[in-house]
């Protein structure tokens, strides 16, 4: 069981915004950076932030991450039908449960 | 540019090990120090960390896989290796091998940078 907590699905039209949600606590998120990562449905993950807002190249600048205390946020603008995904935060946790933890995943939609 | 990819038995017998190896091409694993690891996901669930190894052979585990899983690295072959034991149907996934990045302003390697294609692995008599 995931201790980062995502909404289940997102979704919104072409060219809007959306931003998906990852909540944990003090022993992940609040002291450790946050990654996000995109797995179009029959392929493998993608990096596709990491140190919370970085982009790795070649991720377009659509796509942007922040953090807050214990929560971080992904942000996607300018949605595009190829952004319909499943997204995932994962971090470093240093309390016992696991050395590295992945969210919940949420799914996004381009209605 | 890396590429990874996995490879092994698609079936694995109950109470059995499995065992996955992860080819690495582009680039050599003991050129430069970075961790190396896999990832699993049940089929239709999230994302799970199974553990990583160090260039040098250092190892993180997931606590809750700790006492069944070994992860190496053979570095004349250029390829690392998970074995998960006493398995059961709970333990059918895909597993992805991955190779950590590195951030320069940070300093952390804990981002997933490559993935290989990841391979199904059944669990079932």
């Known amino acids: 069981q995931s201790v980062l907590t995502q909404p289940p699905s997102v979704s919104a039209t072409p060219g809007q915004k959306v931003t998906i949600s990852c909540s944990g606590t003090?022993?992940?998120?609040?002291?450790?950076?946050v990654s996000w990562y995109q797995q179009v449905p029959g392929t493998a993950p993608k990096l596709l932030i990491y140190?919370?807002?970085r982009r790795p190249s070649g991720i377009p600048d659509r796509f942007s991450g922040s953090k807050s205390g214990t929560s971080a946020t992904l942000g996607i603008t300018g949605l595009q039908t190829g952004d319909e995904a499943d997204y995932y935060c994962g971090t470093w946790d240093g309390s016992l449960s696991a050395p590295y933890v992945f969210g919940t995943g949420t799914k996004v939609t381009v209605l | 540019q890396l590429q990874l990819q996995e490879s092994g038995p698609g079936l694995v017998k109950p109470s059995e090990t499995l065992s996955l190896t992860c080819i690495v091409s582009g680039d050599s694993i003991s050129s430069r120090s970075y961790y190396w690891g896999w990832i699993r996901q049940p089929p239709g669930k999230g994302l799970e960390w199974i553990g990583s190894i160090y260039s040098s052979g250092g190892t993180y585990y997931n606590p809750s896989l700790k006492s069944r899983v070994t992860i190496s690295v053979d570095t004349p072959k250029n390829q690392f290796s998970v074995k998960l034991s006493a398995v059961t149907a709970a333990d059918t996934a895909v597993f992805y091998c991955?190779?950590?990045?590195?951030?320069?302003?940070?300093?952390?390697?804990?981002?997933?940078?490559?993935w290989g294609q990841g391979t199904l692995v059944t669990v079932s008599s």
């Open positions: 991955v190779r950590h990045g590195l951030s320069r302003v940070s300093g952390s390697y804990w981002l997933f940078e490559y």
């Open positions: 140190d919370n807002n």
């Open positions: 003090s022993s992940n998120i609040g002291n450790n950076y």
